[in-house]
Nanobody, 124 residues
Framework: QVRLVESGGGLVQAGGSLRLSCAASGRTFARYAMAWFRQAPGKEREFVAGIDWSGGSTSYADSVKGRFTISRDNAKNLVYLQMNSLKPEDTAIYYC?????????????????WGQGTQVTVSS
């Protein structure tokens, strides 16, 4: 049984930082790409950042480039999202997704497992 558990969300002021973590189990974690998506109230889930199976290649949504960094530790089955210079528009529930491929995409359907999400709220 594959399980993804996110943590690290919370309330932060604009300009602040948060680090999200996603713990994976039940799968050979190192074989698959991972990604972070987010969903704000009334909006569709959107791609934030992705990382390939080895950690050697990353991709980001334009809205977070230069502010967010995705990384992974395959030995510990963990993926991280370091979020700096947070803005109120970053407020959303953040989800960790495990892909069915070695390389990440921005397409929801390419991810076959999801965590329960962690709330990030950025106050102005």
């Amino acid at each position: 049984q594959v399980r993804l558990v996110e943590s690290g969300g919370g309330l932060v002021q604009a300009g602040g930082s948060l680090r999200l973590s996603c713990a994976a189990s039940g799968r050979t974690f190192a074989r698959y790409a991972m990604a972070w998506f987010r969903q704000a109230p009334g909006k569709e889930r959107e791609f934030v950042a992705g990382i390939d199976w080895s950690g050697g290649s990353t991709s980001y949504a334009d809205s977070v480039k230069g502010r967010f960094t995705i990384s992974r530790d395959n030995a510990k089955n963990l993926v991280y999202l370091q979020m700096n210079s947070l803005k109120p528009e970053d407020t959303a529930i953040y989800y960790c997704g495990s892909s069915n491929s070695r390389w990440p995409t921005a397409i929801n359907d390419e991810y076959d497992y999801w965590g329960q999400g962690t709330q990030v709220t950025v106050s102005s």
